[in-house]
T-cell receptor
């Protein structure tokens, strides 16, 4: 399976600021996704990162709060904007492998103070 | 949209016993059902999956069963070991790799 890396692995940020998380894959993949995992909770899909077009957001997530870029088939970024303590979570990118499997990056642990 | 429910939320077993985790899904169009294991501080790891054209799949000590009529699927772990202790998530997908996750089960295997 593909090797997936994320940067940063963790960060502590002040409320009102923004953080951009990077996801890098060692091979070209068609599907990339961003998930949020709040403390002690399950995984919730934020959006599908589409290469060359706007991301597709799930209900409850909006582009102004979570802008996503996907400039090519190996890289994507997720920005968490105007952060509040409620944004403290683990953010995970994942990639889809044909035809169904999905593999996760190591995650970014975000704490907002 | 899809809704996946997972039970139990916590499960404690003695080493060597079997563990069973059950999930139900709502969308009859779902056709792919993976299970992930997440150890503390680690990423979710795909451990086994099943597609809708199969009723059962085994991989060493783990197995998954699927009942499409009842819309439920289960993870079975036999001969549990302390290293099986983790949080397990089921998920369902009906298209394009988009996964809907269950709430998770914290499995504790007591030595």
């Amino acid at each position: 399976s593909a090797v997936i890396s994320q940067k940063p692995s963790r960060d502590i940020c002040q409320r009102g600021t923004s953080l951009t998380i990077q996801c890098q894959v060692d091979s070209q993949v068609t599907m990339m996704f961003w998930y949020r995992q709040q403390p002690g909770q399950s995984l919730t899909l934020i959006a599908t990162a589409n290469q060359g077009s706007e991301a597709t957001y799930e209900s409850g997530f909006v582009i102004d709060k979570f802008p996503i870029s996907r400039p090519n088939l190996t890289f994507s970024t997720l920005t968490v904007s105007n952060m509040s303590p409620e944004d403290s979570s683990i953010y995970l990118c994942s990639v889809g492998a044909d035809p169904y499997e999905q593999y996760f990056g190591p995650g970014t642990r975000l704490t907002v103070t | 949209g899809e809704n996946v429910e997972q039970h139990p939320s916590t499960l404690s077993v003695q080493e060597g016993d079997s563990a069973v985790i059950k999930c139900t899904y709502s969308d009859s169009a779902s056709n792919y059902f993976p299970w992930y294991k997440q150890e503390l501080g680690k990423r979710p790891q795909l451990i086994i999956d099943i597609r809708s054209n199969v009723g059962e799949k085994k991989d060493q000590r783990i197995a998954v069963t699927l009942n499409k009529t009842a819309k439920h699927f289960s993870l079975h772990i036999t001969e549990t070991q302390p290293e099986d202790s983790a949080v397990y998530f089921c998920a369902a997908s009906n298209a394009g790799n988009m996964l809907t996750f269950g709430g998770g089960t914290r499995l504790m295997v007591k030595p």
